[in-house]
C-alpha cells in the first residue's frame, strides 16, 4: 500500500472522517459487509477474529456496501444498530461506499488492483452462477463479505473470497504470519 491510499478519505460510520493511515504498523483485514445475505453471519466469526487477536495487532475494519442485490439497503445508522444489536460487534464500520462498478471508492480501486486475484474465489463464482448471478470483471469484488489482508508495512498480501470465513486454516494463516512479520 502506497502511502496514498492511507490517505484516502473515508467516513466513519457514525459520520467522522476517517483515514486508514490511523492503523499504520497494523495488520489490516478490510470486509465488504451487508445486512442481508446469507453471508452475514460471518459478522459473528469476524468479532471473534478481532477480539482474540487485536491486542496482538489486528484490525478489522468493516465497509458496508450495497453492490450486490441490494442486501445492504439501510443507513449508517440502521447498520450500526444492526451489527451493535445482533452480533455485538465492536470493530471499526464505515459509511455505506461502493465496493464494484462505475463509482467504486477508490480505496476498493486500489485494494484491486494490488490483489487482483482473490484465494477461493473459483467455487463461489461457480455458486453465484447456479443462482444465475453474472459476477463482475475478473479483478472486481465478488460479492459481500470478501476480505482483503494489509501488512503492518502497508501491502496488501492477500485477498479471500467472500465464503472464506473468518476461522478458514487459508485466511487465519495468512493473518498468523502478518503479525509475526
Not at 65 to 86: R, V
Amino acid at each position: 500500500m502506497t502511502d496514498s491510499l492511507y490517505d484516502i478519505p473515508l467516513t466513519q460510520i457514525d459520520g467522522t472522517p476517517a483515514r486508514l493511515g490511523q492503523y499504520q504498523g497494523k495488520v489490516l483485514l478490510v470486509v465488504n459487509v451487508a445486512s442481508k445475505c446469507g453471508l452475514t453471519p460471518q459478522y459473528e466469526g469476524l468479532e471473534r477474529l478481532y477480539q482474540s487477536k487485536k491486542e496482538a495487532g489486528l484490525e478489522v475494519l468493516g465497509f458496508p456496501a450495497n453492490n450486490f442485490k441490494e442486501q445492504e439497503p439501510g443507513s449508517d445508522s440502521d447498520i450500526q444498530s444492526f451489527c451493535s444489536t445482533t452480533y455485538d460487534v465492536h470493530f471499526p464500520l464505515f459509511s455505506k461506499i461502493s465496493v464494484a462498478g462505475d463509482d467504486t471508492h477508490p480505496l476498493y480501486r486500489e485494494l484491486t488492483a494490488a490483489q487482483p486475484a482473490a484465494t477461493g474465489d473459483g467455487p463461489f463464482r461457480e455458486r453465484l452462477k447456479g443462482y444465475g448471478i453474472e459476477s463482475g470483471a475478473g479483478t472486481e469484488v465478488l460479492w459481500n463479505f470478501e476480505k482483503f489482508l494489509i501488512g503492518r508495512d502497508g501491502n496488501v498480501i492477500g485477498r479471500f473470497a467472500p465464503d472464506v470465513t473468518a476461522d478458514d486454516p487459508r485466511l487465519t494463516a495468512a493473518i498468523d504470519d502478518a503479525l509475526a512479520g
